[in-house]
């Protein structure tokens, strides 16, 4: 089962790609949601606010995945996804990539364009430090204090990570785990009398 997926933790290093005196500028941003997309392309734009053209694509989601990609005025499909294209065949989501353009006063026709804003999109990735990540889902265990030891045992020989505790005479533990685990783990709580797991919406 493919319980993994490739993204960034960080933005890259800005990157430069020249082409008869347009220039474009290169950037990856880590996103999770439409919200920092919005941040980070009005970042750029008062970074460089003499550019004509602020085209990117992004990819949100882990096993259903959703895009989006834009032109910013050029041509129809010749900027957006030739970036968007890039973010596929690195195999990345929860990704910004954005080509920031200075025209240099001569027109590159599309077919210039597209490989221009790929190859823009190519070196801000390649200069990206991308991370494999698993796949992971969270559950709540319930249980009762004199059950702890066993409980944190469980824990400890499958390699769980214990995201939030409440130890008290109840005691409450929010767990993480590998989703090709997760059916096991549910089976080996389940046999155990009176620890109580639910899987959790995180």
């Known amino acids: 089962m493919d319980d993994f ?30 919200a920092s997309i919005k941040d980070f392309l009005e970042f750029l734009k008062k970074k460089h606010h003499a550019a004509r053209h ?16 834009n032109d910013d005025g050029e041509p ?15 195999e990345l989501t929860n990704i910004l990539v954005v080509s920031v353009r200075y025209f240099g006063g001569t027109k590159l026709g599309v077919g210039g364009l597209i490989n221009a804003y790929r ?29 702890m030891s066993k409980v ?14 409440k130890l008290e005479i109840n005691c409450e533990l929010i767990i993480s785990v590998r989703k090709s685990d997760a059916k096991k783990i549910v089976k080996i709580f389940d046999a155990f009398y009176k620890v109580q797991i639910k899987s959790l919406e995180i």
């Not at 997926?5 to 439409?34: C, H």
């Not at 129809?76 to 690195?90: L, R, V």
């Open 5 to 34: 997926y490739k993204t960034i933790t960080k933005p890259s290093i800005e990157t430069l790609f020249k082409d008869r005196n347009s220039k474009f500028y290169g950037y990856a941003f880590p996103v999770t949601d439409e």
């Open 54 to 69: 602020f085209c990117y694509a992004w990819q949100l989601g882990l096993e259903s995945t959703r895009y989006r990609a």
């Open 76 to 90: 129809n499909n010749s900027a957006g996804m030739p970036i968007y294209g890039q973010i596929q065949s690195f």
């Open 119 to 147: 190859s823009s999109a190519r070196l801000a990735l390649e200069s990206s430090i991308i991370e494999k990540k698993t796949i992971n889902i969270f559950f709540q265990l319930n249980f009762e204090y004199d059950l």
């Open 152 to 165: 944190l045992r469980i824990i400890k020989e499958n390699s769980i990570i214990i995201q939030n505790q």
